[in-house]
Nanobody, 127 residues
Framework: QVQLVESGGGLVQAGGSLRLSCAAS????????MGWFRQAPGKEAPGKEREFVAAMHWSGGSTIYADSVKGRFTISIDNAKNTVYLQMNSLLPEDTAVYYC???????????????WGQGTQVTVSS
């Protein structure tokens, strides 16, 4: 079965950087879209979607980002390590959230309806 395990979260000052990792296992992901989402504190609600952050195809090529992180965050994939990364620079207090890695078969929108999710990793940005 598919497993996505995030790591790399923590506490950082505004303006700092963090790199999140997502170790993917359980199948060949060559035809999958890999995404990062986040959920800020107090924004949890039944049925409320997590906020899209970034996504890319496992085989490379195009990447997409939320406007709020464009120019600051970078998604990448290391095929040899079966790992997805989210490099986060120039962090802001409003980036504070639980960050989730997600995967879906490459069809439809890259912004929603992902099939598999990790357990999340907390990122806290202090002002």
């Amino acid at each position: 079965q598919v497993q996505l395990v995030e790591s790399g979260g923590g506490l950082v000052q505004a303006g700092g950087s963090l790199r999140l990792s997502c170790a993917a296992s359980g199948r060949t992901f060559s035809s999958y879209i890999m995404g990062w989402f986040r959920q800020a504190p107090g924004k949890e609600a039944p049925g409320k979607e997590r906020e899209f952050v970034a996504a890319m195809h496992w085989s490379g090529g195009s990447t997409i980002y939320a406007d709020s992180v464009k120019g600051r965050f970078t998604i990448s994939i290391d095929n040899a390590k079966n790992t997805v990364y989210l490099q986060m620079n120039s962090l802001l207090p409003e980036d504070t959230a639980v960050y989730y890695c997600a995967a879906k078969v490459s069809r439809g929108s890259w912004y929603r309806l992902y099939d598999y999710w990790g357990q999340g990793t907390q990122v806290t940005v202090s002002s």
